[in-house]
């Protein structure tokens, strides 16, 4: 008996919800009802414990006695009619409740419509029984109709149109407007979004109260308040415009963020209430992602003259700044918001935790931090990328494939355009190579090409795996393909790059004293490119292992470090000198480099400090 009335009154609930709209009943009818048949639960229970229905009506519940009496007594088992009023209920309960429950959260699921948005704003209810307020009404209404009527991507209902449905039938209290039929006047007016909002009085203070309601579901999309002096004054008007106008707008700029599928970013929350602050962060984002640090850094800094506690800029200004080797000022940026962690959410401040972990802290100590920020948004590809390349860091291959291969799904569940050009495919290859597993890497490979058209690191892959199978000819085909690609991407792409690419492929190929010349080449014909210097040493530690030429790769690296301006960039690479020299057999001179380092540099960092501590354990156990 008490399912029956737990489900009768929520389709009592359901209806009264429903039609108080239609035939206008006054607002606090739905709070009646729901309080009522609360009140009568407890009534229900102690029925339900005294009596039972049965195919005869409702009878008191027999003793135990009488039941076993009863039991004795062979009968035919009939279907009772309370199975059937209560497989009903259930049914119309689950018919009720099942757009409540599995929806999609509707501010998203109106962001993500192809269409325009269309709004209707409703008349504001003056509660404050001060008449003079009426004018204000449609005033606000009037005002708002105006301000989003500017915004790209929405279709406002005009005043005329919605005020005419409202006095239909006469002329109306517009303080006696339901939620209820304000839903159901939205609804008549094909409006995927409503404003519905109130004057208020407390003590001296005037209260405009607004909320933005999803006309399908009934969900309250944004509620907004703003408080003032109890006099008629436009300041406070222009405020709550304002404010609704900027939810709109950022709104906009949200779904036109979502289509060009970038996922990593707090796209759907934004931390700033600036539509102009967030309107920079996209473009600069945008220009991030095609490597135009420059760019990306005009418009972040724009973002952060509006919102200076904007952390999504502030985070990635300072990548933006490192990423194009100004890493000094990059760490500046990393100390800035690590000092204003109390600021951000419990996310960010692991974020700026974490970045600030990275120069000044142990490796195991990044790892946990992002370990910890993964729980907490299991999501974000971004920062499962970086944990997963933590741990290829630390070579646990096992941890760093699961991350990568989780990554994956996320992008495939969330569709194909999350696919394409997806740098994931290529960590996950790379992964696989490296535990061995030919097959998954050459299958990934297959899926990849439908999807990644312009990744040249992809028919490099495809070389190597040829390679590994001794397939000589596919192996000269992505190379040409690589080749191809190369010439398209990397602009300019002069002489030199071609003839260092030729060889990287020789050194691919087990050819490490012709890939030398070529390589060596190609720094002769471009000697003042940093970034050629860099791969030339790279090859020079961890290819020419035999007959090492310390000579060789002291002049080069001093030309690299004499060609940085970059403060940190300058000691870094003389740690890249100290620790070849270490691993090369030479730890005095190493010695002697590091600790010039710690004395000179101008940020302690902890790669820095590990290394001198390193090379001066090595050089006592000598002694």
């Not at 800029?313 to 000022?329: F, H, I, K, R, S």
């Not at 993964?374 to 741990?391: I, K």
């Amino acid at each position: 008996m008490v399912t029956t009335y737990a489900a009768t009154a929520y389709i009592i609930i359901e209806v009264i919800n429903n039609l108080s709209g239609p035939f206008r009943l006054p607002h606090w009818i739905p709070t009646l009802v729901a309080l009522l048949l609360v009140a009568g639960l407890p009534v229900a229970i102690i029925i339900s414990w005294i009596f039972d229905i049965t195919p005869q009506g409702i009878k008191k519940t027999e003793s135990e006695e009488e039941s076993n009496s009863l039991q004795a007594k062979p009968s035919k088992r009939k279907v009772r009619p309370v199975y059937v009023l209560n497989g009903l209920l259930i049914i119309a309960v689950i018919i009720l409740a099942w757009p409540k429950i599995f929806r999609q959260d509707s501010l998203e699921r109106l962001r993500s419509k192809g269409e325009k948005l269309t709004i209707a704003v409703l008349p504001f209810q003056n509660m404050t029984n001060d008449t003079t307020w009426n004018v204000w009404q449609e005033g606000i209404q009037s005002s708002l109709i105006s301000s989003l009527s500017e915004v790209e991507d929405l279709k406002v209902r005009q005043k005329e149109t919605v005020n005419n449905l409202l006095n239909s039938n006469g002329p109306m209290e517009y303080a006696t407007i339901s939620p209820a039929f304000a839903g159901s006047i939205s609804k008549k007016l094909d409006a995927d979004i409503y404003i519905y909002g109130s004057i208020l009085k407390g003590g001296s203070l005037l209260r405009l109260s607004a909320q933005l309601v999803d006309t399908r579901t009934r969900d309250v999309l944004k509620s907004i308040e703003i408080d003032g002096p109890y006099k008629e004054d436009l300041g406070i008007m222009d405020s709550l415009r304002k404010k609704i106008t900027d939810f709109m707008i950022l709104s906009r700029l949200i779904k036109e963020f979502n289509a060009d599928g970038v996922l990593y970013r707090n796209i759907w929350h934004p931390q700033t209430r600036s539509p102009e602050a967030y309107r920079f962060y996209v473009y600069g984002s945008k220009s991030f992602d095609k490597n135009d640090w420059p760019t990306a850094r005009a418009w972040y800094l724009k973002a952060l003259a509006i919102d200076s506690n904007y952390f999504d800029v502030a985070w990635e200004l300072a990548w933006a700044y490192g990423n194009q080797g100004y890493v000094d000022t990059c760490i500046q940026l990393v100390i800035r918001n690590y000092k204003k962690m109390d600021q951000w959410s419990t996310v960010d401040q692991l974020r700026a935790k974490w970045t600030y972990n990275n120069y000044f802290g142990p490796p195991e100590e990044s790892v946990k931090i992002l370990e910890q920020i993964v729980e907490l948004d299991d999501q974000s590809t971004m920062m499962r990328g970086l944990l997963a390349g933590s741990y290829s860091g630390s070579k646990q291959w096992d941890k760093a494939l699961s991350e990568c291969e989780k990554n994956l799904e996320i992008f495939h569940e969330l569709g194909k355009q999350f696919l394409i050009n997806n740098h994931v495919f290529i960590s996950l290859i790379e992964l696989y190579l490296e535990t061995n597993q030919i097959r998954k890497a050459k299958k990934l490979c297959r899926r990849a090409e439908r999807f990644c058209p312009d990744l040249v690191m992809l028919p490099l892959l495809r070389e190597k795996i040829s390679l590994i199978e001794k397939d000589t000819a596919a192996a000269e085909r992505y190379q040409k393909k690589y080749m191809s690609l190369a010439k398209k991407i990397f602009q300019p792409y002069i002489k030199a790059d071609s003839i260092e690419d030729t060889g990287w492929k020789l050194n691919l190929w087990g050819k490490k004293d012709s890939a030398e010349i070529y390589i060596k080449k190609a720094l002769a014909m471009d000697p003042n490119n940093k970034e050629r210097l860099v791969r030339y040493l790279f090859f020079l530690e961890n290819h020419k292992t035999d007959n090492f030429d310390f000579e060789e790769y002291s002049t080069v690296i001093e030309k690299l470090i004499k060609l940085t301006q970059d403060k940190v960039l300058y000691y870094d690479y003389l740690d890249q000198k100290g620790m070849t020299y270490y691993k090369k057999g030479r730890p005095k001179e190493a010695l002697e480099i590091f600790q010039k380092i710690v004395d000179e540099a101008p940020y302690k960092l902890y790669s820095h400090k590990s290394h001198l501590e390193e090379v001066k354990n090595a050089v006592a156990a000598m002694k």
